[in-house]
């Protein structure tokens, strides 16, 4: 048995997950909103836990949590996650990551100096939930993030996100500083819950994730004619709001079409948006994803041009902005199967899975070696006080992990 796994008390990690959580959250979920009173006092939890073990504490310029145990060689495994949640989110969501983080330092510790330096980290701000930009504290490492353009995102009680962050001790314009970080990360590991239904769906507890959606998020815009619900025609209308449910309907069957892939719309508005009045306005959000680029550029052709194509049919003007594009990636192959021999080792099973959401360990993904585990989730809910996972799937994602720990750290002395 190597040095973590003899050492990791899975059960004793499941506790500080419980207490955590009692501390943080109540029936309605999770209170951990990123910058807010609950998120520090979470952050406090961990601190106090680190505050037991022979290791340094530090923040970076974006606020995110590290803690470092000094080993034979300066290479360094990173482990970690956040406790930062959405607003009433579930128990597990980057807790999950952050308390299996934690017992790897307990136990490297008490098998005296590990033979590569580890690190844990408590991302800032992983889930965007305030200011709209996702995987803070992970982009501002890599650098993939626009500080300037962040300064006057508003919260929803309209609060300023520069005025927000200096308050919590950030000044936005030195966030890319943080960067200094990446050079201390030599292998990111991170465990999380699934938020799907796949593992359920197969009877497993945990697999290694292999591949990232790409992901093409738009804004599609229709303009038809505002005109009183009374007094016109059927045949003479043109309502925005049909053009639009009329796209969502076919976005659907282009994602049907192939295996895997995804699409989602909404929020959707229409104005003057009441029900006397025609809808001159639609605006509509849509959402693609896919493990390949190829396919996933062929969707986003057949959207543009099935949205061309209905707004003629609907006598309506179109306008189409692309907001954020995120290609597919793939994980470090060693790593990826040092995981799912990890995981097979608990469940008899080995398991490669695509990853449909983003997690900080593809903000480093894409950049570094870095390598992801799931865990199972009872009726592949997240993001919701519903969001759960039956304890021996915990536990046995909890002891993969260890498992994956051990074996990068292997893999980095054979490099």
């Known amino acids: 048995m190597s040095a973590i796994l003899e050492r990791f008390d899975a059960a ?5 997950l419980r207490e955590l959580t009692a501390a943080t959250g109540d029936e309605r979920g999770a209170r951990r909103l990123a910058w807010s009173d609950g ?9 106090a836990r680190l505050a037991e073990l022979p290791c340094t504490l530090e923040r970076d310029e974006a606020g995110s949590l590290w803690a470092t145990l000094p080993g034979a060689r300066p290479e360094a495994v990173v482990v970690g996650s956040h406790v930062d949640a959405v607003p009433a989110g579930g128990w ?20 005296g100096q590990p033979p590569v330096t580890l690190r844990l980290v408590d991302w800032a701000d992983e889930e965007g939930a305030r200011f709209g930009p996702s995987l803070f504290g992970s982009r501002a490492v890599v650098g993939d993030i626009d500080p300037p353009a962040m300064a006057d995102l508003r919260d929803a009680d309209g609060l300023r996100c520069e005025d927000v962050l200096r308050a919590n001790g950030v000044e936005l314009a030195r966030v890319l500083d943080a960067g200094r970080r990446r050079g201390d990360i030599d292998a990111y590991l991170e465990l999380h819950v699934e938020q799907g239904p796949l593992l359920e769906q197969r009877g497993l507890s945990c697999a290694s994730v292999d591949d990232v959606l790409g992901i093409d998020r738009h804004s599609v815009r229709f303009t038809g004619a505002a ?53 001159g306005g639609c ?81 480093l993904g894409r950049h570094l070696p870095a390598a992801l585990l799931f865990v199972r989730s009872t009726g592949g809910i997240g993001h919701s006080p519903e969001e759960d996972s039956p304890e021996a799937d915990l536990l046995a994602g909890l002891r993969a992990f260890a498992r994956l720990v051990d074996g990068t750290i292997a893999w980095l002395e054979r490099r």
Do not use: K
């Open 12 to 16: 004793r990690a499941l506790a500080d």
């Open 92 to 111: 597990l969501d980057g807790t999950l990551g952050v308390v299996a983080g934690l017992e790897v330092m307990r136990a490297a510790a008490a098998a």
């Open 227 to 279: 005109r009183h619900a009374g007094q016109t025609p059927m045949e003479v209308r043109r309502d925005a709001f049909l053009a639009g449910a009329r796209f969502a309907l076919e976005c659907r069957e282009i994602a049907r079409r192939r295996p895997g892939a995804l699409a989602t719309t909404g929020p959707v508005t229409v104005d003057p948006g009441i029900v006397t009045v025609v809808n």
């Open 39 to 47: 998120w520090q006092q979470a952050r406090e939890w961990v601190r």
């Open 283 to 363: 605006a509509i959000m849509l959402d693609l994803r896919s493990r390949d680029r190829a396919e996933l550029a062929e969707m986003v052709a057949e959207a543009r041009s099935a949205a061309a194509r209905i707004a003629e049919q609907e006598r309506v003007e179109l306008d189409w902005e692309v907001v954020w594009e995120a290609p597919p990636m793939s994980f470090d192959p060693e790593l990826v199967a040092i995981g799912a021999d990890a995981c097979a080792a608990e469940t008899g099973e080995r398991l490669l899975m695509a990853s449909g959401s983003g997690h900080d360990a593809v903000a």
